[in-house]
């Protein structure tokens, strides 16, 4: 059975720290890889999708990679603000599936 | 476009009552999805449609019924609610199944005492 596992479950920085998120996967036969942002009492926001054959994305601050080999990805946040609080969950799809498995996702809070 | 939109936001129901989530896209998405999110566990797919007419059981089934008559809409059934269905409910659709991005809606938040 797949799993995704992100650890910190929360993490806590001051403002302008850059930062990185991990998301750790045992299925190898990847389809692609989503990281996306969720605030309290709020649906999901999609940030990132890495594919199977790409080694990273970026949007703005944000950078995320992907390492079949090793079932790891990362989040980077670069200069972090305190608009970026909120919790981070990535996503994985194995290649012959339709559904998406999540991770429990990573608390982020940034201190002004 | 609204996106993937849910109601009701919130919802509170005794043990044993029925009660239908309902999730609808306007994207023409063909494919539509139901999720769970319990505290520390992320989301976890309860059932899912690649098409109108077609549906197919997740991760955790059990409790929930869905019918897709529409591409537009994918309700989710609560037949007979227990505590343990405690949950923010989401729904997500894509393009297609074979799609790389999905959406999701804002969430159901239903408490069952």
């Known amino acids: 059975k797949q799993e995704v596992t992100q650890i910190p479950a929360a993490l806590s920085v001051p403002e302008g720290e850059n930062l990185v998120l991990n998301c750790s996967f045992t299925d190898s036969a990847i389809y692609n890889l989503q990281w996306f942002r969720q605030d309290p009492g709020k649906g999901l926001t999609s940030l990132l999708l890495i594919q199977s054959s790409q080694r990273e994305q970026t949007s703005g601050r944000l950078n995320a990679s992907l390492d079949k080999s090793s079932g790891r990805s990362t989040l980077y946040i670069a200069a972090s603000q305190p608009g970026d609080s909120a919790t981070y969950l990535c996503?994985?799809?194995?290649?012959?599936?339709?559904?998406?498995?999540f991770g429990s996702g990573t608390q982020l809070t940034v201190l002004p | 476009n609204a996106g993937v939109t849910q109601t009701p936001k919130f919802q509170v129901l005794k043990t044993g009552q029925s009660m239908t989530l309902q999730c609808a896209q306007d994207m023409n998405h063909e494919y539509m999805s139901w999720y769970r999110q319990d505290p520390g566990m992320g989301l976890r797919l309860i059932h899912y449609s690649v098409g109108a007419g077609i549906t197919d059981q997740g991760e955790v089934p059990n409790g929930y019924n869905v019918s897709r008559s529409t591409t537009e809409d994918f309700p989710l059934r609560l037949l007979s609610a227990a505590p343990s269905q405690t949950s923010v409910y989401f729904c997500?659709?894509?393009?297609?199944?074979?799609?790389?991005?999905?959406?999701f809606g804002p969430g159901t938040r239903l408490t069952v005492t």
């Open positions: 996503a994985h799809r194995a290649g012959s599936a339709r559904q998406l498995t």
């Open positions: 997500a659709s894509r393009l297609t199944s074979s799609s790389y991005e999905q959406y």
